[in-house]
């Protein structure tokens, strides 16, 4: 076994972490600022300190051997650990100061998150804000966010968080549609309809409505599918059919003129909706630049 120093171990573990993560060493290279070369030396030289092979290379997809499987949980848990410790420094001084990454759905993102960004950074010179704009709900620890946001009913088991703002889902089409296809008047109708779903699933095409205790649902057929809400948005301002938002996504083309609300004495009752909640992980001291980034959004989208 290898007689270096631990100590010299860590920037080597960081560097093998951020690979797995990345998907390959030309994107962790990319992430790094470097060179994929010089990312492949490292782990190269991790694997001959530690000897042991650390990734199958038979195929043109990185896997992880077994032993490289454990390697990368004990780099994790050393980048979490220096992530806390950091965060002490942080909280010590006072001052809000550092790096905040944050993941976020791409639509809440562009249109709720991305526009209050420019005040903040100018509010907290110090504080610096990356940003991924991603439908994917990340793993705050294997995925290094401090905060995401989601959209769901009760933050996931092992999360804390802070309710940020209610979703709701409005049926939604164009005034050009409605004058040629005409305005359904109860959710039955829709089944002669363009309707533009999610398509992420086999049952986002059948859509479910409540009104008291009244609950319908109805097989809805369209010619354009999208998992995004806002590409779902321009073909419904196209007049291509109608489609259910967040009504964040709707909010500027409603106000415009762009859309109308279809059967607004109907709530659509379907995935994607509660709340947006900023979650983070609980049991460790938030430093100044996330408490402040938690208190401003929540200031900004109260009621």
Not at 89 to 111: D, N, W
Not at 266 to 276: I, M, V
Request: proline residues 7%; contains cysteine.
């Amino acid at each position: 076994m290898s007689t270096n120093p631990p100590l010299a171990l860590l920037p080597l573990l960081a560097t093998l972490v951020r690979v797995v993560d990345a998907g390959s060493f030309s994107a962790a290279a990319r992430q790094a600022g470097g060179t994929a070369s010089a990312v492949s030396r490292q782990v190269a030289r991790l694997e001959r300190q530690l000897q042991v092979r650390l990734f199958e290379r038979t195929t043109r997809r990185l896997r992880l051997t077994q032993a490289g499987e454990e390697i990368v949980g004990h780099g994790r848990r050393m980048l979490e650990a220096a992530r806390a410790a950091q965060d002490i420094g942080e909280h010590l001084q006072g001052t809000p100061c550092g790096t905040v990454r944050m993941s976020v759905p791409k639509a809440l993102g562009r249109f709720v998150i991305n526009p209050l960004v420019p005040a903040f950074l100018q509010r907290y010179p110090q504080v610096d804000l990356k940003l991924r704009l991603d439908d994917r709900a990340p793993n705050l620890v294997e995925d290094g966010f401090d905060l995401c946001l989601q959209v769901t009913e009760a933050p996931p088991p092992g999360l804390a968080g802070r309710p940020l703002l209610p979703v709701r889902q409005l049926l939604c089409a164009s005034p050009a549609y409605l004058t040629r296809a005409g305005t359904p008047r109860h959710p039955r109708e829709l089944a002669q309809h363009s309707c533009l779903a999610l398509d992420e699933r086999a049952d986002d095409h059948r859509w479910h409505f409540s009104r008291g205790d009244e609950l319908v649902g109805v097989e809805v057929s369209g010619r354009y599918a999208s998992n995004h809400s806002e590409a779902r948005l321009l073909l419904a301002e196209e007049g291509i059919g109608l489609t259910c938002l967040p009504h964040f996504t709707a909010a500027a083309a409603l106000a415009a003129g762009r859309l109308v609300e279809v059967l607004p004495d109907w709530r659509y009752r379907g995935s994607y909706q509660g709340a947006a909640w900023l979650l983070w992980l609980p049991g460790r001291q938030l430093p100044p630049k996330l408490r402040v980034l938690i208190d401003y959004l929540a200031e900004c989208l109260a009621g």
